[in-house]
Each structure stands twice: as structure tokens, then as C-alpha cells.
């Protein structure tokens, strides 16, 4: 039998609390209310320093009620418009599939929000895992994407698809590469399953003019072409719990994944930026890992004012 001291009581108590508390900031404030600005001035090798260029990136938004209602994501996009980007990328996973929801957000909805982003050199996107596997309304058969892909042409937002599109600011041109979902649940020639096809995305880059690409999955890096200045990534939300000291918990992550969570990676001359992104998978908490726009600049003094 265990006698329960007054001491045990009120540790037990404590513990109970503090649970309850964490419990409610990781839902209430990180998933459902916060939204941050990540700033990154990346040094990168294979970028001219007299190319100066700003990027908005929004990742992972999860479309769902009510973590991530169309109102909530009209806030996102007030936010990187806020920020005068001189270009703005999409980098997937529109969907959400967890079930600790109250509803999901029609794709029409959030694509009307979408497309109120702002960038003259223009807005961009990938698609993600989320988006292959379930229709925009995961309730719905899944529809290879055709729901998500149908919400992007709506709200007028090119989808990069193993292609890539030569841009230029001030006359100094730059390649703009997206390449297919990694996780797609298509045949892959060259590896099995996949909708990436790296050759292809790279095919139409037909000069040296620097080259930033976008995918989804971040592991991705260790194959990505000396070509490429810079590798914009999401899925990950960078870990999603931040645990203090131990940081993520990457023994949950998948091994593959694990190496490349959040923040800025170097391979040899090769750059690349994960965001933590926006909404959530599995279940609807964050952990000192608020939903991030994440502002790139290259080029120049490399600093934001």
C-alpha cells in the first residue's frame, strides 16, 4: 500500500499542472495563435553578391478548423505580403489529415486566401506528401492531387513540377527549379516510388545563372546538384516539439529525416534552409516550434534592416 504524503501530494499536483499548462500553450497558443518570422541572410558560394533578392516561404500549412481556418492563413499571407517580397514559394503540404480536427477548410477557401499573395517576380509552388495522399478533403478518396493541384490553378499559382522557370530581378537572372514529391505514391523509374524527377528539373537550366530549388522533403539534400546555390525545404516542422535541452525528439522522426529538421544545412558549396513551418501533422501541438514565414535574402549585405 502507498501512503501519500502531503509532500507527494503536492508534487503529484504540481506535475498534474504543469502538464495541463504545457498541455494548453502547445495547442491553444503555439498550434492555434502564434505566428512568427524566421529571417535568414545566408552567405551562399554559388550566389553573386551584386544579385540582391528577398523570398517569402510558407510551408506546411495543414488547412483545418480550427488550427489552421482560412482567417488564420489570410494572417500568413498579410504577414509575408508585409514583408515586400521580391518573390514568394509554396513548398506543400496544403492538406490536413489528422483527425483532431473540427472540420477541414475547402480548398476554394484557402486557395482565395492564397491567392492574395504579393511578389513581382511572382508566387510560386510545390506539392507535398500530405497533398498525394488524401484529396484536399482528406475525408474524400484520395485523387492523386488533382484536388490540391485544382485549389493552386484557382488561386493562380504556378506549380512547379520537375521544371524550372528562369527569373530575373533588375536584369541579373536567377533559375527557379521545383522538384516532384518525394513520398508520392507513383511509380519512380529511378527509384521505385516517387514523383521527383530530378533530370527533368534540371534539364531546362541552360546557362549558369544561379539556381535555388524547392522541394519538400529535406532529406533530399545530400543528392542535390553543386549546381544549386540554395535548397528550400519544409515537412519537417522542424521537429514540431522543441523539447528544452534534449531539442527534438528525433528518435520519433523517421531515420532518413532526421539528419535535416530546422534551420540552415552546408554540404560542401550547397546551402539549405527548412522551415518549421506552419500547421501541424499526427496531432495538433507545437512545442517551442511556433508556425513560422520564413524570409530569405540573398545577395547584397545579406541582412534585413
Not at 503536492?10 to 518570422?37: D, N, P, Q, R, W
Not at 533578392?53 to 505580403?81: F, K, Q
Request: net charge neutral.
Amino acid at each position: 500500500m502507498v501512503h501519500l504524503t502531503r509532500r507527494r501530494l503536492l508534487a503529484g499536483a504540481g506535475a498534474a499542472a504543469a502538464t495541463l499548462s504545457l498541455s494548453g500553450y502547445a495547442t491553444a497558443y503555439e498550434t492555434g495563435s502564434a505566428l512568427t518570422l524566421a529571417s535568414y541572410s545566408p552567405r551562399l558560394p554559388n550566389w553573386p553578391e551584386d544579385l540582391e533578392l528577398t523570398i517569402a516561404v510558407i510551408a506546411d500549412i495543414h488547412a483545418c478548423y480550427p488550427w489552421m481556418s482560412e482567417e488564420r492563413i489570410g494572417d500568413i499571407v498579410d504577414l509575408a505580403n508585409a514583408q515586400k517580397p521580391d518573390l514568394t514559394v509554396l513548398l506543400g503540404d496544403y492538406v490536413c489529415t489528422h483527425r483532431l480536427v473540427s472540420g477541414y477548410v475547402p480548398p476554394g477557401a484557402w486557395a482565395e486566401q492564397l491567392a492574395r499573395l504579393e511578389a513581382p517576380l511572382g508566387v510560386y509552388a510545390i506539392l507535398g506528401n500530405h497533398d498525394w495522399w488524401f484529396a484536399a478533403i482528406p475525408t474524400e478518396p484520395a485523387d492523386s492531387s488533382r484536388s490540391v493541384r485544382r485549389a493552386l490553378a484557382e488561386a493562380n499559382v504556378p506549380l512547379l513540377e520537375n521544371q524550372s522557370v528562369r527569373l530575373s530581378k533588375r536584369g541579373r537572372p536567377f533559375w527557379l527549379a521545383g522538384l516532384g514529391d518525394l513520398l508520392a505514391p507513383v511509380p519512380n523509374p529511378q527509384h521505385g516510388q516517387g514523383a521527383d524527377d530530378l533530370p527533368a528539373t534540371m534539364r531546362a537550366i541552360n546557362d549558369d545563372a544561379p539556381t535555388i530549388l524547392l522541394v519538400h522533403e529535406p532529406y533530399f539534400f545530400p543528392r542535390v546538384p553543386d549546381r544549386i546555390a540554395l535548397t528550400l525545404a519544409g515537412h519537417m516542422h522542424g521537429g514540431q516539439i522543441n523539447l528544452p535541452i534534449i531539442g527534438p525528439p528525433v528518435g520519433l522522426l523517421k531515420r532518413r529525416s532526421g539528419r535535416y529538421i530546422y534551420g540552415e544545412y552546408a554540404l560542401g558549396e550547397r546551402r539549405m534552409i527548412v522551415s518549421g513551418g506552419l500547421g501541424t501533422s499526427l496531432a495538433p501541438v507545437r512545442i517551442l516550434r511556433p508556425p513560422e514565414v520564413v524570409m530569405v535574402k540573398l545577395g547584397g549585405d545579406s541582412s534585413f534592416a
